[in-house]
């Protein structure tokens, strides 16, 4: 089967005995779609970009409504520059395939590029609409509600983001009886200033949190944490 043997390839990063692959089956099934299309995401991810454009054009040529041609059009497009028309195409995909998450991604982030922050937060509540628990799309979802100057809801949607990630989510099943306390800042709960950190170690608590500007306490001498 000519699927398992590109997954093969690609898991092995042979993106050009990929594209020998699917080359050769087009040469023996010219008419194969989902065949054109592996052929199109594999051209634009070994960088023949003009490759792929002329394989997901070909593929809309008899197939205007294909979503994945679609999206891989908009891939190219956004490549190229062509900002606008790679919008245009991630949407037609979007409507083609509603629960596509890397379409509604994709859209989002090209969105969030351009400074549209507003139609890109409507892209996160679709994906969120998709999975309620996307670690991800809650977190970019905070970073357009806080370029929108939406400063309280955006510490709402980084709250989520860490709350559903899935590193958090193992360790909270391991600690089911635990005292959970949610906050937008560390500071919040704990006071660098009157903080004991001695104490602290004798009822030692675990923080989860997303760092921020990769700026770390650091831990008084004589503890031996390096």
Known sequence: ???????RLLYDGDLEGAANLLEGGLRNSPKNIPMKIELGKVQFMHGDIDGART???AVLMSRP????ALKGKGDVLEVFGDYEDAIKAYQMATQRRPKDTETWKALGVLLTKLKKYGQADKCW????RINSKDAE???NKGQSLQLLKKLDDAGKCYEQA???HPRVREIGLRFPSANQVMCERYGAVFNRKSQNF???KKNPSLILADKFDNHVLETPEGYGIR
Do not use: G, V
């Open 55 to 57: 394989t997901f054009e």
């Open 65 to 68: 409504d294909n979503a994945e």
């Open 137 to 139: 799309a809650w977190y």
């Open 125 to 128: 509540n679709a994906l969120l």
């Open 198 to 200: 001695r104490l602290q």
């Open 162 to 164: 860490i709350a559903t």
């Open 1 to 7: 089967d000519w699927r398992k043997r590109l997954a």
